[in-house]
C-alpha cells in the first residue's frame, strides 16, 4: 500500500481520559465518574466576562493592539499586569510540539485580546515587545516569568 493510501489510525485517549465503570469508592463515597474536583467545581459560583473581547488575526493589527496595551499599562501607577494564556492544537504524536495557535491578553480595562498567531506566520513585533516587556507581569497558570 503506499503511503498516500494509508488507512488512519484510530485515536488513542490517554488513560484517564477513558471512561471507567461506575463503582464507589471507599475513600470518599463517590462513584468513579465523580472526583473531589468535580464536586468542588459544582460548587463555586459561575464567573461571567463582562468586557470586550477584541479578535485579530493580522499581523500589523496585533502590533497596534499590542503597542496600545503598553501605552495604556505604562500610564498606570501601580504594577502592571495582565493576564495571559495560549492555546495550541493536541498532538498525540511523541516528541511532537505544534506551534501557538492562539494568544490570550486580558488587561484591567476589562477588554480581552485574542491574537490568532497560527493565522500570521510570525510573531508581530508588538506581541514580542508586550510579552517581553520587563515591567508588564503576565499572570496564567503554568507561567515561567
Not at 117 to 126: F, I, Q
Request: charged share 25%; with cysteine.
Amino acid at each position: 500500500m503506499a503511503s498516500s493510501q494509508r488507512v488512519p489510525r484510530k485515536r488513542k485517549l490517554p488513560t484517564w481520559m477513558k471512561l471507567k465503570t461506575e463503582t464507589k469508592s471507599a475513600q470518599t463515597g463517590l462513584s468513579n465518574g465523580v472526583t473531589k474536583s468535580s464536586v468542588l467545581e459544582d460548587s463555586l459560583p459561575e464567573l461571567r466576562f463582562t468586557g470586550g473581547i477584541i479578535y485579530s488575526h493580522q499581523k500589523d493589527d496585533c502590533s497596534l493592539l499590542c503597542q496600545d496595551i503598553i501605552c495604556s499599562l505604562e500610564t498606570q501607577q501601580h504594577n502592571a499586569a495582565v493576564g495571559f494564556d495560549i492555546e495550541w492544537p493536541v498532538t498525540y504524536q511523541r516528541g511532537r510540539e505544534n506551534r501557538t495557535a492562539l494568544v490570550q491578553i486580558c488587561t484591567p480595562e476589562k477588554r480581552c485580546y485574542l491574537f490568532h498567531v497560527s493565522c500570521m506566520g510570525e510573531l508581530p513585533k508588538g506581541l514580542k515587545e508586550l510579552l517581553s516587556h520587563s515591567k508588564i507581569k503576565k499572570v496564567g497558570v503554568g507561567i515561567d516569568r
